[in-house]
Every structure is written in structure tokens, then in C-alpha cells.
């Protein structure tokens, strides 16, 4: 078949809200994006366990260190949902890896800044996770088949990860002066990157437009980072929190909240690698592959030495 | 008597709930740095098993001592009060060394449960029960892990080589049946010392002949982690484990 | 490094006895043994399954979606392969 008529079925595939299936043919563009897409995706839940696991060690309670290590390992099994999701489109974990280590793949760059504190294991469950629910929940919608059903089961796994963290926040919210403090400060550095997590507003976003008609992406950037604001304010309210942003109201007429200039100069900076810890983060992931190199190499050589035994 | 056996069985508790507990504390500094997905989640879950015996060990301990929690243990005690090995707070190394460290507990840790499964105090043998199938799988997970390792390139088979060095010297004080471990011999119906270590030889020899590894004699008698005498790691290990609720001492999390 | 990278394995689990197995993804391992370990660490974190099957991805043999046409539409007018398509009197009730 011409690459015409390939394409207009393709679209129409699109239109009718039939989902694409890893062998079938597809505009080059489309795979890309969709490798693109999904593979950033699953790079921010590996090096998103990173500044979690920092406080794996110091959880103040068993109860707590349980729930965060859990929590973690989860994030592990959603990269590598991700990561097979992409190798369906004909490319392997370990280029991906590569890409994330040369610096040629993006993540969330809210992972480049640092947990200092227990609070901040509460403020990323609450914030972090809330925001990554927010997108996630319109992908399992998205329109490559494997995809939609990555992020239909790392919805459902997720949904204790913010509920996990808001209790952090209350139980230090209601606590010691010196606890809600910390809650309070937490919330100062997290909520702007929260919000940065939705990505540029829609006029500065260079792959929205074709994804959305390719129906990748169901809601713009705007739109996904509104709806959190709205249902995050209440959340914060109840905390007794107050969130950093001296220009919030709810306007009455649009049933919105409305909020101040997101500080675009500093998102750019963090994702173009002069966040906080970019630098610790790559190094991180780039240690733990190196050093386990000898491993999966030793484990390859002893499957081949089995199976040679078994043919003999 | 009845004294003796109440001793005995907080003892039991402490040493089972602190080795799980530490043991699962190194563990999970592997979380988020494993060599691949597959085998950190693999690790976070045995992490996740033994922090989950160490609550329930530590409960019941806890219990004995009139009421305190899992965490009055595990956040305020000292080093001279943790009743685990020495072995088992060693530092990870690299991954051949953890899981030559994870097996060697492993085997002495299923040899336990085997037995403590027969205890007529039944919170014990409850806990074992619960354990034991947990610890079927570790022991599995982690023999293959040995032998793969052991077994695998001529670099593997030197860096096992390596961790044999580091972690054998630590394996005497799991096997020494003059203290703590002869007192079970009473109260628990069909437990000897003797068994369980002749039971820990047996898997060891099994998986270290595949793993092309030694299984040589060692010294062992300066090795008294069980009663509260261990290395200089422990200290930080709690340091770091403890800072929160030290720090803050009237704060609930 | 000669050859580090691990296999792909697809993974199938059967939730409970009497249902059968079901595709839920797919994960690298070096040999099919462990493959079955690893399905269990990553896709039964949450009791989701009682037994596990693992393939090597590349021994799935699939159907070509160009040839759907012939391989799926002859099915689609065969109507009289469905109970719908015959009439039996509303007098014998439900057949």
C-alpha cells in the first residue's frame, strides 16, 4: 500500500479511537514521538526514586520505612513497564539508558532538587505524585495500545503513593510546631516545581501540537496543571499550610483558581542541567549500571554455560 | 522456670527481630542503585520481607518488656542492646558481596525457622510460620544468585572470591551453640543446636560447590554481635536509622 | 563488556485458578528461570497471580495486521454462526 493511503487509514484509526498496536504501521513520527514520550517517562520514575530512597534509611518510623521502600520499588516496576511499552516500537532499555546518561533523553526535571528533609518525602507524595496522577490518569487514554496499558496499571499502584504522602504532611501538619514548620517549608520548594512538572504553557510547547492530534497527549499542559491547582488548594487549606503564591484566588466567575507567573528562566535552567542535582542524579544512575555491569554480563555467561550443558 | 523461658524467648526475639532488621536496613540502601530493574525490585522485596519480620519479632519483644512498641526498639536502643550478628551490618560492598552475605544468613536463618515453627509458644511459631515461607524464597533467590555469580565469568568468579574473604570471617558467630542457641534446646520440642548448624553446613557445602567457593573452618570466637558486642558500623547504621525520633524526641511521624 | 544485555521475556499470569493465563508485559532476564522469579518480584507485588508462564519475546510468532483483511473480515457475515440468527418460539422460552 502507498504511504498515502497508509496514513489516511492510520488516521482514521486515530479519529475512531482505536488504540495502535505495536505491529502496525504508523507514520515515523508518531513511533518517534511516542519513543520520545514514553521513554522520558519511564527515565523520571528511575531517577525519581533517587531523592526518595534518600530517605529510606532515615524513615522515622517502620511503619513509615515500609511504605516509602515500597513506595520506591514501585517506581522501579513503573520504569519498566514504561521502558518495555517503548521497546514495543523497536528500540531496547539499554539505548534508552544510554540516551539518559548521555544527557540526549530528558526527565522530569522536578527530580533535580534535593530532599532535605522527612517533610519532603511527604510534600513529593502529596505534590509530586498528585501532579504525575494528573497527567497520568489522561494517558491511560493515550492511543498507542501499550502505553494506555502501562499507565492504566501504574494508575491503579499509584493511588497509595499521594494518599502515602498527605498523611506524612498531616501527621507533621498537626504536630510540633517544629514539625509544621517543616511541613510549611517543604511546601515552599516544592509546590512551584509541582507546578513546572505540567511542562511549558501551551504556546511554548514545541511537541503538544502533534501529539495531541495524534491523540499521545489527551489535555494540553494548561489545562492538566489548572485542574491540580484547583484540587490541591482545599488539601493545602486543610493542612493549615499556606501554599507560596501571593496571587492565588479562586475566581468565581470560571469556578478556577487563578495563580501567579510560574518562573519559566528557572525551569529552563533545571532542565537544560543547572538544577540541584542534576549532576548527582545522572552520576547515580550511571554508577549503578556501571558497577552492575560485571553482574548481568556473569549472569549472561552462566545461562549460556546451563544451556550448553543441557544440549551436550 | 517460667522466668527462664520468658528470658529465653526475648532473647530469641531480639536476636531474629535485630538481625532482620539491620539485615533489611543494608538492603535497602540497594534501593534506586541495583545493577538492573528486575533484581532492585527482586532485593526491595526481600528488604520489605525482613523489615516485616523485624516488626513483628520486635512487637513481641517489645511485649515482654511490659508493653513497649517496634519502635521504642528499633529507635531507642543503643549499640550495646542490638542482639544481631556482626555479619549481617557489615557494609554492602559490591553485589556478590551482598548476596554471599544474604545467603550465608539465609541458610542459617531457614534452618532456624524449620525448627522455631515447633515452638509450643505460639506468637513464636506464628511469627516462624509467617517467616518461613518468606525465607524459602530468599534462600532459593540468593543460592542461585551465589552460584550464578560463582559460576559465571572469570571476573565474577574473582570478585566472589573476593567477598568469600570479607564475609567468612563474620559466618562462626551464627554457628556457636554454647550460648543463646543452647538454651532453645529446652523449650522448644525437637530443636537442637546441632541440627541447625549441621543443617546450615549442608546448604552451604551444596551451594559453594557449585559456586566453586571453599567452605573452609573459621575462627570465630571474638564475634559476639548477639550480645551487643559488634563492629563500628552498627553505630552509624543507628545514627542515620535513628536521627528523627532523636532528634525530636516529642514528635509523633 | 561482551554481552550484558539480558533477553526480553514476555510475561503471562493467571490471576486465580479456573481463568487463564493473560499477557501483562514484559522483562529482561538472563534465563527463563529466572525470568519466572523476576515476573513474580515485578508483576505479582500485589497477589495478582497463582501461576506464571514466560516466553522469549523473540519465539512469539504473530499475525501480519496487513493481512487482517483476510485473515478477520470472511468471519464478519457468518452470521448464522450466532445463536441470534435462528428464531425458536417465545412458547419454549429461553434455548
Known amino acids: 500500500m502507498e504511504t498515502t493511503a497508509l496514513e489516511h487509514r492510520f488516521n482514521q484509526k486515530i479519529e475512531r479511537e482505536e488504540k495502535i498496536e505495536p505491529k502496525d504501521w504508523m507514520p515515523e513520527d508518531y513511533r518517534k514521538n511516542n519513543i520520545r514520550q514514553i521513554s522520558q517517562h519511564a527515565h523520571s520514575e528511575i531517577v525519581g526514586m533517587l531523592p526518595e530512597a534518600n530517605w529510606i534509611t532515615r524513615a522515622p518510623s517502620l511503619r513509615r520505612k515500609v511504605a516509602l521502600l515500597a513506595k520506591v520499588q514501585d517506581e522501579a516496576g513503573h520504569g519498566l513497564y514504561l521502558y518495555s511499552a517503548a521497546e514495543t516500537l523497536g528500540t531496547d532499555r539499554e539505548e534508552m539508558i544510554d540516551d539518559l546518561h548521555s544527557g540526549k533523553a530528558k526527565y522530569s526535571s522536578i527530580f533535580n532538587y534535593p530532599t532535605t528533609t522527612w517533610a519532603d518525602i511527604g510534600a513529593i507524595g502529596w505534590l509530586v505524585d498528585g501532579a504525575a496522577i494528573t497527567n497520568q490518569v489522561a494517558l491511560c487514554r493515550t492511543s498507542y495500545g501499550p502505553y494506555a496499558r502501562a499507565m492504566v496499571k501504574i494508575c491503579k499502584e499509584e493511588s497509595f503513593h499521594q494518599r502515602q504522602g498527605y498523611e506524612i504532611m498531616c501527621a507533621m501538619a498537626f504536630g510540633t510546631p517544629e514539625q509544621k514548620a517543616m511541613a510549611q517549608d517543604a511546601l515552599n520548594r516544592w509546590w512551584w516545581p509541582s507546578l513546572m512538572m505540567f511542562g511549558p504553557t501551551d504556546g511554548d510547547s514545541v511537541h503538544s501540537q502533534k501529539s495531541m492530534d495524534w491523540k499521545i497527549k489527551r489535555y494540553s499542559n494548561d489545562e492538566l496543571r489548572q485542574e491540580f491547582v484547583d484540587k490541591t488548594v482545599a488539601q493545602a487549606e486543610y493542612l493549615g499550610l499556606t501554599i507560596p503564591d501571593p496571587d492565588l484566588t479562586y475566581n468565581d466567575e470560571t469556578g478556577h483558581y487563578s495563580f501567579g507567573e510560574i518562573d519559566w528562566k528557572e525551569f529552563y535552567q533545571v532542565i537544560s542541567g543547572n538544577g540541584p542535582c542534576n549532576k548527582e542524579r545522572i552520576e547515580a544512575r550511571r554508577k549503578a549500571h556501571e558497577d552492575g555491569a560485571w553482574v548481568r554480563e556473569a549472569a549472561n555467561a552462566f545461562a549460556q554455560k546451563r544451556a550448553n550443558q543441557q544440549v551436550a | ?253 | 563488556m561482551s554481552n550484558q544485555n539480558w533477553p526480553l521475556f514476555e510475561v503471562f499470569i493467571r490471576s486465580k485458578n479456573g481463568l487463564s493465563h493473560k499477557h501483562v508485559g514484559s522483562l529482561h532476564a538472563a534465563d527463563a528461570a529466572m525470568a519466572i522469579e523476576n515476573a513474580r518480584d515485578v508483576y505479582c507485588r500485589r497477589n495478582e497471580g497463582v501461576s506464571i508462564w514466560v516466553v522469549p519475546s523473540t519465539q512469539i510468532v504473530a499475525s501480519d495486521p496487513e493481512d487482517a483483511e483476510a485473515l478477520y473480515e470472511p468471519a464478519k457475515d457468518k452470521i448464522y454462526r450466532h445463536p441470534t440468527f435462528y428464531t425458536v418460539p417465545d412458547e419454549v422460552g429461553h434455548m
Open chain 2, 1 to 253: 522456670m517460667e522466668q527462664e523461658k520468658q528470658k529465653a524467648a526475648l532473647n530469641l526475639s531480639l536476636v531474629m527481630g535485630d538481625n532482620a532488621l539491620i539485615l533489611g536496613h543494608r538492603l535497602s540502601e540497594w534501593c534506586g542503585h541495583g545493577p538492573i530493574l528486575e533484581q532492585d525490585i527482586a532485593l526491595s522485596n526481600i528488604a520489605l520481607d525482613l523489615i516485616g519480620q523485624a516488626r513483628l519479632w520486635l512487637s513481641h519483644a517489645g511485649k515482654l518488656q511490659g508493653g513497649k512498641s517496634e519502635d521504642d526498639l528499633a529507635y531507642h536502643r543503643d549499640v550495646f542492646d542490638f542482639h544481631n550478628f556482626q555479619m549481617v551490618e557489615t557494609p554492602n560492598g559490591h553485589w556478590g558481596k551482598t548476596l554471599l552475605r544474604q545467603f550465608l544468613y539465609d541458610a542459617w536463618h531457614h534452618a532456624m525457622l524449620q525448627k522455631l515453627v515447633l515452638a509450643q509458644d505460639e506468637d513464636i511459631a506464628g511469627i516462624a510460620r509467617k517467616s518461613l515461607k518468606e525465607v524459602n524464597y530468599h534462600l532459593r533467590w540468593s543460592s542461585e544468585w551465589v552460584i550464578r555469580l560463582g559460576d559465571g565469568t572469570e571476573e565474577s568468579a574473582a570478585k566472589m572470591q573476593d567477598a568469600y574473604a570479607d564475609v567468612w570471617p563474620y559466618v562462626g558467630e551464627l554457628l556457636q551453640k554454647d550460648f543463646w542457641l543452647k538454651e532453645l534446646d529446652q523449650w522448644i520440642p525437637g530443636f537442637t543446636a546441632d541440627e541447625i548448624l549441621a543443617q546450615w553446613w549442608k546448604t552451604v557445602r551444596e551451594v559453594f560447590s557449585q559456586a566453586n567457593l571453599p567452605a573452609e573452618p573459621m575462627d570465630w570466637l571474638y564475634r559476639k554481635g548477639h550480645l551487643g558486642h559488634h563492629t563500628e558500623h552498627l553505630g552509624f547504621i543507628l545514627a542515620e536509622m535513628q536521627f528523627l525520633p532523636r532528634a525530636y524526641p516529642d514528635a509523633t511521624w
